[in-house]
């Protein structure tokens, strides 16, 4: 796989919706979720040596973003998921513009992922 030993999940999260444009400006649901983090298991942290909180470089075979890691139960091992509603992390970068064959929309949702501690 090229280095890329991970599959990125995108998705939304609880207090903030869609892209977090708006949501992301108010104060109190950025108080229960104030910034963008990667979720990974804990064999996942412990083999690519970070621990909760550290900065992760998140790669994929288009462009690079960073964010906290968040050491999670409920992910199993090669699998990481990142919110995509923090515009100051643009999560929805990290995919390739290719396009799903049967509803021609783009592929944002999974893509191969590689990671590193900053």
Not at 15 to 28: A, D, L, V, Y
Not at 81 to 87: A, D, I, Q, T, V
Request: neutral net charge.
């Amino acid at each position: 796989q090229d280095g890329y030993n991970f599959t990125l999940l995108a998705g939304g999260v609880l207090h903030h919706s869609g892209t977090g444009s708006k949501t992301s400006r108010s104060p109190r649901l950025s108080g229960f979720s104030p910034e963008a983090y990667l979720e990974l298991s804990a064999p996942d942290a412990d083999r690519i040596g970070v621990s909760e909180g550290d900065r992760v470089k998140v790669t994929s075979r288009t462009v690079e973003v960073a964010a906290a890691a968040r050491i999670s139960a409920a992910l199993p091992e090669g699998m990481v998921f990142m919110p995509n509603c923090f515009p100051s992390t643009p999560v929805n970068e990290l995919f390739d513009v290719a396009l799903d064959p049967r509803a021609m929309t783009p592929a944002l949702k999974a893509c191969a992922v590689r990671l590193e501690r900053t």
